[in-house]
């Protein structure tokens, strides 16, 4: 397994729409709302099985708390939160 960086609109569209446990937390019009309407630095986690396919997603924001340190929150301002895996993985190879 490998998790990276997901840079590839499609292939993060493509997932979520495909995907039963995607929701629009996962989208890129949530990323544009966050990153828009509350100035936040949002990224997208791919994980990809060995033949580097994508099997799930993990948004977060990154935040500032108290001016002293940097954590990772799963999409603030969001009912849902957690990795998106698609339901015919699951193995761990």
């Keep these: ?3 990276e960086p997901l840079t590839d ?3 993060r569209e493509g997932f979520v729409v ?9 989208t890129l019009k949530r990323k544009r709302v966050l990153d828009e309407s509350f ?12 033949d580097r396919n ?15 340190s940097k954590v990772l929150d799963c999409l603030p301002e969001s009912h849902f939160a ?3 895996i698609h339901l015919t993985w699951r193995t761990c190879t």
């Design 54 to 68: 994508l099997v799930g997603i993990r948004p977060f924001a990154i935040l500032k708390k108290a001016g002293l």
């Design 82 to 84: 957690g990795i998106r």
């Design 9 to 11: 609109e499609e292939e």
């Design 39 to 50: 100035s936040l630095e949002t990224q997208y986690l791919g994980v990809k099985d060995s």
């Design 18 to 26: 495909n995907s039963p446990p995607g929701t629009f937390s996962d």
């Design 1 to 3: 397994m490998i998790a």
